[in-house]
């Protein structure tokens, strides 16, 4: 792992694999670059992959407050600027997705491909919000360990809270690494983060659209919000909102034929 310290006082740590046209890697809510670990070398011999640990999670470091989609996008754009990177293809799952949003509103030109894995550009509802909040106040008072011990198992299809009981642990695990702040700051920050649909409607570079079949984060009604022709939607069968630790094979599958199909291209 390097770490770096931005302008901004932030400790970013991030693992830097392979060569040739950069892959941004961006984790879910209390992950860290480890849930690639398995796709990482498919993803690899397609160019410069760039693993993040983002701010207060994994080896990152933390401070109180809210952390906005915004706040995280200008860290991601801060190491970016470090590693002379002037644009990316950039791939966020769940959380990662949300920020990868914000980021491609605030600096399209920086990048090459969007994908967003296990997410969606739709805000929270009001149910969704109410439970951000039950979840910060949950963290605040019992810790991590015991939030991430409720979350993981609702990340994965039913049949493989029972059958990949190693992988289920190996998530705990990586959730446990999550600093209180870190995870209480993105629970209100995804709680207010804006619709970004249009973000989607306006992006004329490549997007992948990856979708568990069985995902109960993300409903169907809310993975393909837009139908253009530089948007590839993907469904994984018989997997949920962890794809990566599910079905490895066929997720890395889905991201390397789309950046193989878009090789320096900057459109469909």
Request: with cysteine.
């Amino acid at each position: 792992m390097i770490k770096i310290k931005l302008s901004s006082g932030t400790t970013i740590a991030y693992r830097d694999e392979g060569s040739g046209e950069p892959i941004v890697l961006l984790h879910g809510y209390c992950g860290s670059h480890r849930y690639w670990d398995e796709v990482l070398p498919s993803i690899e011999s397609h160019g410069r992959v760039i693993a993040v640990d983002l701010r207060g999670h994994g080896q990152s470091s933390a401070g109180e407050g809210v952390y906005t989609m915004e706040q995280l996008a200008d860290d991601l754009a801060a190491l970016l600027d470090e590693l002379k990177l002037p644009q990316v293809n950039l791939f966020g799952h769940s959380l990662g997705g949300y920020i990868a949003l914000a980021f491609a509103e605030k600096y399209p030109d920086r990048l090459l491909a969007l994908g967003l894995v296990h997410s969606t550009a739709f805000p929270d509802s009001e149910q969704a919000q109410a439970n951000r909040l039950k979840a910060a106040e949950a963290i605040g008072t019992q810790g991590v360990v015991p939030f991430v011990d409720g979350l993981i198992p609702k990340l994965f299809a039913p049949e493989h809270r029972e059958s990949m009981p190693e992988k289920l642990s190996e998530a705990k695990e990586i959730g446990y690494g999550t600093s209180a702040e870190g995870a209480i700051g993105c629970a209100l920050g995804m709680k207010d983060r804006p619709d970004r649909v249009s973000v989607l409607e306006q992006l004329d570079i490549p997007i992948l659209l990856l979708a568990g079949e069985l995902d109960e984060v993300i409903p169907p009604e809310k993975r393909f919000p837009v139908s253009k022709s530089n948007v590839a939607a993907v469904t994984l069968a018989g997997v949920a909102h962890m794809g990566m630790m599910e079905d490895s094979q066929a997720f890395a599958t889905g991201i390397a034929e789309f950046l193989e199909r878009n090789r320096g291209s900057g459109s469909v």
